[in-house]
Each structure stands twice: as structure tokens, then as C-alpha cells.
T-cell receptor, first 113, second 114 residues
């Protein structure tokens, strides 16, 4: 079985500053990794995903994430955030053999003017 | 229509009412899911349907009853709910066996039980 930890429940950051949202996972099998974003009163939208290949993955809205197998991490980064990035961010993992998704508890990113 | 659509977006019901949430996916996927999202709690997987058969039921109370009449439609029938059932109910779909299992979500149905 897989599990996901998001160490920060809330991250406040000023506009145009860089941000990193942390995600660590545990699994005994190969995994696929995902970051989803949820804006207020909306469903979850895929930001980016790691399936295989290059460990640096680029997603929508200027976000990127790096898969680090030795540290079992998949941290999300953005070099300069905007007010519109204020949302809840979820890290998720699924076993490469098709087990169910496991979501982290989420990190609320608040971008301050 | 594209993606996953959920209706209604908002629902208020009394504890003795019977209502249903509807989900439709236009992605040709073969699996559909119901998730519950409560304030300050992680996402809870409620039900999974794969090829129209229920393959997972995570100890959900019987006052929640899912129905999957075909691969594109999923319902969640609600009856005699409790106030603690107030939450955002999210439907999702994915392609199993041949896909990455990536979930595509609807906008959610916000349920308030009075």
C-alpha cells in the first residue's frame, strides 16, 4: 500500500516570491505521482504528473516538480507566484500496477499582495 | 460537453429527504469514483466502479447508495442523511488497464444536511 505526506498544511507567501510545497510518499512498488490543485468551490484539476523518464516534470501555470526516488519525494515548485495561485494543492500517488489513488491531506497556499 | 459533469452543484436537504447526485463523464473512461471532501479532513474514497461493477466500498454507511447504470453515468442516492454528511461530493473517472489511472474530477456537489 502507498501513503502520502504533505508536511505543510498551510503556506503563506508574498506575490512574486518563489514557493515549494513538499510531498513525501512511501510505497513498496513503483509509483506514478501527481499534483492536483483545487480552487475554492471547484473540483480537483491536474497540475502535473510523473510517470517515468525525466525526474523534472513541468506542468500548467508555471509549476514544476522533481521526483527524487532516494528521498521518496515529489516537491512542487514555482519561481514566482501570483494571487491567482491561491488554492489547495494535493499530492497523490498510485501504484504502477493500477491500485487506487492515495491523496495527501493537502497544502493550502495563500498568496499575499 | 467535455470532461466530468456533476449535478446539482448545490443541494440542501433535510434529514428525512431522499435525493440523488448525478455524474456524467464524456471521456470514454472505464472507471468512476465517488469521493467525499469534508472540511479539515483528507479526501475519502467512497465507491469505485470499474466496467460498471462496484469494486470498492470503503465502509460507507448504507444511507449512501451508489448506482452505475453504464460506463458514462454514476449516481449517489441519498436518504435519511445526518448533518455530519454535509460535504463536497466529488465524482471522478479514469481509464484503468491501459491508462495511467489518472483521475479526472468533476466540479463537485456541495451538500448541506439540515
Amino acid at each position: 500500500a502507498q501513503s502520502v505526506t504533505q508536511l505543510d498544511s498551510q503556506v503563506p507567501v508574498f506575490e512574486e516570491a518563489p514557493v515549494e510545497l513538499r510531498c513525501n510518499y512511501s510505497s513498496s512498488v513503483s509509483v506514478y505521482l501527481f499534483w492536483y490543485v483545487q480552487y475554492p468551490n471547484q473540483g480537483l484539476q491536474l497540475l502535473l504528473k510523473y510517470l517515468s523518464g525525466s525526474t523534472l516534470v513541468k506542468g500548467i501555470n508555471g509549476f514544476e516538480a522533481e521526483f527524487n526516488k532516494s528521498q521518496t519525494s515529489f516537491h512542487l515548485r514555482k519561481p514566482s507566484v501570483h494571487i491567482s495561485d491561491t488554492a489547495e494543492y494535493f499530492c497523490a500517488v498510485i501504484g504502477a500496477y493500477g491500485q487506487n489513488f492515495v491523496f495527501g491531506p493537502g497544502t493550502r497556499l495563500s498568496v499575499l499582495p | 460537453e467535455t470532461g466530468v459533469t456533476q449535478t446539482p452543484r448545490h443541494l440542501v436537504m433535510g434529514m428525512t429527504n431522499k435525493k440523488s447526485l448525478k455524474c456524467e463523464q464524456h471521456l470514454g473512461h472505464n472507471a468512476m469514483y465517488w469521493y467525499k471532501q469534508s472540511a479539515k479532513k483528507p479526501l475519502e474514497l467512497m465507491f469505485v466502479y470499474s466496467l460498471e461493477e462496484r469494486v470498492e466500498n470503503n465502509s460507507v454507511p448504507s444511507r449512501f447508495s451508489p448506482e452505475c447504470p453504464n460506463s458514462s453515468h454514476l449516481f449517489l442516492h441519498l436518504h435519511t442523511l445526518q448533518p455530519e454528511d454535509s460535504a463536497l461530493y466529488l465524482c471522478a473517472s479514469s481509464q484503468l488497464q491501459g491508462g495511467t489511472g489518472e483521475l479526472f474530477f468533476g466540479e463537485g456537489s456541495r451538500l448541506t444536511v439540515l
